[in-house]
T-cell receptor, first 112, second 113 residues
Framework: SQELEQSPQSLIVQEGKNLTINCTSS?????LYWYKQKYGEGLIFLMM?????EEKSHEKITAKLDEKKQQSSLHITASQPSHAGIYLC????????????FGKGTLLTVNP | DTAVSQTPKYLVTQMGNDKSIKCEQN?????MYWYKQDSKKFLKIMFS???????INETVPNRFSPKSPDKAHLNLHINSLELGDSAVYFC????????????FGPGTRLTVL
């Protein structure tokens, strides 16, 4: 079964700093999803990457999928306290989209 | 105008009891899911339903029985609750397969005493 490794497990940054979260797969990814979860809440969809080398941005968050489609990174520029939460990468292991396998998450704390 | 809603938000019960969690989506999606997030925040798929039919069952104990009365609802019934069932359960929905975003509900925090 496909496993997703996220790094780091947790991250504490000062407001205004840039940061990167990585997600590595043991197998080729058919689709790579980034979600954000705030404590006690559901998951909020951020971005989905499908093609090797693809890059997407939304506001100050940029996600990339490498050419081999086995690693993705999520980069936040000029972090703000509102960026704090748990970031989860999820992947579609079979191309069916009938289930997502998730990494264990990265807990991001942004200190004002 | 909540997209995916779950009830209850919190559920505290004794070991051995039977309980249900309800999920409804008003997005017109044809696929719904149940995920379990354990104390270490690890999120794992349990079931997925497409057009009221079971598509995925990820080796979940028989004590867990999902029921989809229509495309907008996917309920989760749990028999003989055990301590290890304590977790946050998330419902989600999407439109079909292939690279479509899954919309998640707010979660139900189940505590088994």
């Amino acid at each position: 079964s496909q496993e997703l490794e996220q790094s780091p497990q947790s991250l504490i940054v000062q407001e205004g700093k840039n940061l990167t979260i990585n997600c590595t797969s043991s197998k080729t990814l058919y689709g790579l999803y980034w979600y954000k979860q705030k404590y006690g809440e559901g998951l909020i969809f951020l971005m989905m990457l499908q093609k090797g080398g693809e890059e997407k941005s939304h506001e100050k968050i940029t996600a990339k999928l490498d050419e081999k489609k086995q690693q993705s990174s999520l980069h936040i520029t000029a972090s703000q306290p509102s960026h704090a939460g748990i970031y989860l990468c999820g992947a579609d292991p079979s191309g069916s989209n009938y289930k997502l396998t998730f990494g264990k998450g990265t807990l991001l704390t942004v200190n004002p | 105008d909540t997209a995916v809603s779950q009830t209850p938000k919190y559920l505290v019960t004794q070991m051995g009891n039977d309980k249900s969690i309800k999920c409804e989506q008003n997005l017109g999606h044809d696929t719904m899911y149940w995920y379990k997030q354990d104390s270490k925040k690890f999120l794992k798929i349990m079931f997925s339903y497409n057009n009221k039919e079971l598509i995925i069952n990820e080796t979940v104990p028989n004590r867990f029985s999902p029921k989809s009365p229509d495309k907008a609802h996917l309920n989760l019934h749990i028999n003989s609750l055990e301590l290890g069932d304590s977790a946050v359960y998330f419902c989600a929905s999407s439109q079909g397969a292939l690279y479509n975003e899954q919309f998640f509900g707010p979660g139900t925090r189940l505590t088994v005493l």
